[in-house]
């Protein structure tokens, strides 16, 4: 299975996500970055050799390949309307390629698991509701 339209939309709307790699010592580290998605993988990286020292690049070196993207917007506070797509994936790399930052060093990540909610805008259900979400593996 793959993303929707609706979900590709999205994904290419949204430049920044929140990205989260595990650590040595299990402690997962999480940090806003760049996100490119080609329409299968995504692509988290930079220009020149210092993002190479990252943590995220560091980590992902080190066999800790597992790690998670969150996308995600506040459409409005009143009413309440949230957007979001969250994937977990397989990190691969450093790949040396040109991305949407110029030429660089880039992790390939490819998604495993997804989940989106509300990429629609709809205002939140009323009462115990919440909006429901839809879960795909890749």
């Given at each position: ?6 979900e590709v939309?999205?994904?290419r709307?949204q430049p920044?996500a929140?990205?989260?790699t ?5 402690q997962?580290?999480?940090v ?9 993988v995504?692509?988290?990286g930079?220009?020149g050799e ?15 390949r597992?790690?998670a993207?969150?996308f995600?917007?506040v459409?409005?506070f009143d009413?309440?309307i ?5 994937v977990?994936?397989?990190?691969d ?9 110029g030429?660089?060093?880039?992790l390939?990540?490819?998604p495993t698991?997804s989940?989106?909610w ?8 009323a009462?115990?509701?919440w ?7 890749h």
């Amino acid at each position: 299975m793959t993303f929707t339209d609706l979900e590709v939309a999205y994904l290419r709307s949204q430049p920044i996500a929140r990205f989260a790699t595990v650590g040595a010592e299990e402690q997962p580290d999480a940090v806003p970055v760049a996100v490119e998605f080609d329409g299968s993988v995504f692509w988290v990286g930079g220009t020149g050799e210092a993002v190479l020292a990252t943590r995220k690049m560091r980590n992902v070196r080190a066999g800790r390949r597992k790690v998670a993207l969150i996308f995600d917007d506040v459409v409005s506070f009143d009413p309440f309307i949230v957007r979001v797509l969250r994937v977990y994936g397989v990190a691969d790399g450093p790949v040396e390629r040109t991305g949407m930052v110029g030429p660089g060093y880039f992790l390939r990540i490819t998604p495993t698991v997804s989940w989106s909610w509300n990429l629609d805008g709809e205002p939140e259900p009323a009462g115990e509701n919440w909006y429901e979400a839809r879960r795909t593996v890749h």
